[in-house]
Every structure is written in C-alpha cells, then in structure tokens.
C-alpha cells in the first residue's frame, strides 16, 4: 500500500519577482490551509528562493528548487547546487521536467546523476516523466513513462526509491488546458508504480492542466497521491483552494 498523504507540488516555472514571491507566501498563510493534513510545497524561481524560504519559514509549507546540478560546487556557469538549495531553507527539488528535457537538454543519465546527488544531500526529488503527444498517438507511453522512470532511478535502493516522488506529466496535457483523464493517468501511474521495486511506497503525483476544480477528481484514484501544479499554483487562492479541494478527496 503506497502513502495516502497528498501533496501538492506548485512548480512557478519563470514566474514571480522577490517582492510577489513574498506576497504569495504571506496571502497563502494567511487563508490558513490545512497542512496537518496535506504536504504543499512551492518552487519559486531560483532569485526568490531565499525570500520566500524567510517568508514561509516556522510554517508547513514546503520549499523546493525547479532543477539543481548534482556538484556541489564547481565550474558550472549558471548553475545551483544541492547544497545551494539546502542553503535557501529547500527541502525539494524537482528533476527531469519535461521543459529541462526540451529545452536545457537534460538526459536520462543527468536526471539519474541528479537523483542520486539529492538523496545523498536529504533533498526530496520530485522525478517528472511522460510522454509527448507523439507517443501518445502512437500508443507508446507505457513503453516511454517506464524507460525514464527506470533509468532515473538507476542504481538507487528500494529503501531510497520510497523517499523519492514521481510526477507523471504528459506533456501534451501541460500547460494545455487539455487535461488527462483521472481514469487514464490512473492506469499510467499504476505502469510507474510496478516498473521500480521501492515506487510501490512513493507518492506519484499526476501534472498538466490541474485547477481547483479538477484536482479532487485526480486524487480520488488509487494511485494518485496529489498533484504538481504549473499555472494554477500562481495565485494564493487557488493554490489554498488546491490545498483543500485535494485533502477532501485524498481520503481513502
Ligand atoms: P500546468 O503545468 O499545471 O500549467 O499544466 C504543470 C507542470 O508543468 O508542472
């Protein structure tokens, strides 16, 4: 049986200066969402992560970085390391998504690297898979949600597998306002979970195109534990209404 307790994952991508980073964080405390029954963490951009990890600090919700290199120091032009993110008060970090994939050029092999980087440091790595709407179309997802899950993890103890979260983002369905639907990310998610010995205790997350008024569908399924959440994790509100809506389906 994998962990019950949901979690939502608010990933701004190139979002928020310093000062709305702050704000965010002092509206959402504000509305008071229930922490003591969900995890909710949030990824601001890099610049603000040392503001918003002051703002949110002596609170519950979570902090996380959007990617990481797996040096802890070095001749990296550009880059941050695990350590860097430890330093900021992150706990998270989220590997492999699919927009590092496309566009930083980032491989099976670095994710893995990054992987193993994290848990030597006691970050928690949110893994982000899927497919393109090409493999989709072609019926070739469970083959590709598979090969990435399993080279991430590659090398890794199951023990160590179980302190990891998955995020399965079909690609076509981020950013899209198309959705997959809670019945078919269920079954992908179901694939995941079998491919890794350890995944059957982590926490697999569905991502792309969540709102408030979709995430309790998603997390009413088997093997949804929550959800990572690009455009409506912007506002306060929705991110609190994220927050509620999931903890009242979560329950199982
Ligand atoms: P979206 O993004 O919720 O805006 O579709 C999800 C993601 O990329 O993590």
Known sequence: MHAARALVAGNWKMH????ESTAFVRELLALEPDFDAIDAV?????????????????????????TMNDADSGAFTGEISPLMLLDCGA???ILGHSERR???GETDAAINRKVHAALRLGLTPIVAVGESAADHAAGRTHDHVVL??????????????????????????????LSDSPAAANNVMAQ??????????????????????????????PHIDGALVGGASL??????????????????
Do not use: M
């Not at 928020?16 to 000062?19: E, G, S």
């Not at 080279?151 to 995020?167: I, L, M, S």
């Open 16 to 19: 928020k200066t310093i000062a």
């Open 42 to 66: 949030i990824f601001p951009p890099f610049t603000a992560l040392a503001a918003a990890g002051e703002a949110l600090r002596g609170s519950l919700l979570g902090l996380g970085g959007q």
């Open 91 to 93: 706990h998270w970090v």
């Open 102 to 104: 496309a566009s930083c």
């Open 148 to 177: 990435q899950t399993s080279a991430a993890f590659d090398g890794v103890t199951p023990d160590d597998v179980a302190r990891c979260v998955v995020a399965y983002e079909p690609i076509w369905a981020i950013g899209t306002g």
């Open 192 to 221: 995941i979970r079998g491919s890794v010995s350890g995944l059957e205790r982590t926490r697999i997350l569905y991502g792309g195109s969540v709102k408030p008024d979709n995430i309790g569908q998603f997390v009413a399924q």
């Open 235 to 252: 506002g306060a509100q929705s991110f609190a209404d994220l927050i509620a809506n999931a903890r009242v389906n979560a329950t199982r």
